[in-house]
Nanobody, 128 residues
Framework: QVQLVESGGGLVQAGGSLRLSCAATHGRTFSRYVMGWFRQAPGKEREFVAGISRGGGTTRYADSVKGRFTISRDNSKNTVYLQMNSPKFEDTAVYYC????????????????????WGQGTQVTVSS
């Protein structure tokens, strides 16, 4: 099964930028997976942040990050990215990479239940 490893998290100042990466190994051909980013803040449910279709041609974002975050993928590198521009304090959370192999909810799902594999998460902390 596919293994997902996130990297790039850390402390960033509000208004700065950060890029998260998620590398996939040992699974099916990477381009067969819909990929997504989710996050979970203390006391909150895990929520959808961004998703990208298998070929990278379709993306979707949570309203809270639209215009600030950009998801992309490089199938030749088996990697999906989340570029975080102008992060806010409320973006502080553990960010998780996820893969959907069976497209339960279509081309780019936004439900946690639609994804089959998850990384361990990477902490992003936004300071003032």
């Amino acid at each position: 099964q596919v293994q997902l490893v996130e990297s790039g998290g850390g402390l960033v100042q509000a208004g700065g930028s950060l890029r998260l990466s998620c590398a996939a190994t040992h699974g099916r051909t990477f381009s067969r997976y819909v990929m997504g980013w989710f996050r979970q803040a203390p006391g909150k449910e895990r929520e959808f942040v961004a998703g990208i279709s298998r070929g990278g041609g379709t993306t979707r974002y949570a309203d809270s990050v639209k215009g600030r975050f950009t998801i992309s993928r490089d199938n030749s590198k088996n990697t999906v990215y989340l570029q975080m521009n102008s992060p806010k304090f409320e973006d502080t959370a553990v960010y998780y990479c996820a893969a959907d192999e069976d497209l339960k909810y279509g081309e780019v799902g936004s439900d946690t239940g639609g994804y089959d594999y998850w990384g361990q998460g990477t902490q992003v902390t936004v300071s003032s």
